[in-house]
């Protein structure tokens, strides 16, 4: 079971990793034309939508986790609890990974580091969605039998 939490954190730091990875790239090749500015009239057709965008990948990420991981049966063996588990992860943190990478292609099509505030939100909340044994025990409600075997 150990090995599950484990290639679940391993997903983890690689989604974490690759939007870092674009916004430090991103950064790098427009440091010398980066501009801050949030007015919306200035980049008209990005400002409005990728920051909701970003911010709407946010709050569905939290919905669909929670929903996908309440219809976990808890009468269910381990094994299929945390395969849903980690489908539940997979889902909310694609979606995290999704408004992040939006508002950083935002910021290096339009060079505004406004479009990174949301990013940057997007990220926090994905570094924070880290699966650890405790968030997992908590999400699924696990007794003793079966927090000894995760």
Request: charged content about 15%; some cysteine.
């Amino acid at each position: 079971m150990n090995s599950k939490l484990k290639t679940l954190q391993i997903i983890h730091l690689a989604l974490c990793s690759g939007v870092f990875l674009f916004a430090m790239v991103t950064i790098l090749l427009n440091k010398d034309r980066m501009i801050f500015d949030a007015k919306f009239e200035t980049t008209f057709p990005f400002n409005p939508i990728f920051p909701i965008m970003g911010l709407a990948t946010l709050a569905g990420s939290i919905f669909l986790k929670k929903m996908l991981i309440s219809k976990i049966n808890p009468s269910d063996f381990l094994d299929s609890k945390i395969a849903q588990y980690q489908s539940a992860f997979i889902v909310g943190s694609a979606l995290l990974e999704g408004g992040a990478l939006l508002n950083i292609v935002g910021f290096l099509i339009t060079t505004n580091a406004f479009f990174l505030i949301f990013g940057g939100i997007s990220l926090f909340f994905l570094i924070r969605s880290r699966p650890t044994k405790d968030k997992v025990i908590s999400d699924l409600q696990l007794q003793y039998p079966e927090t000894e075997a995760l």
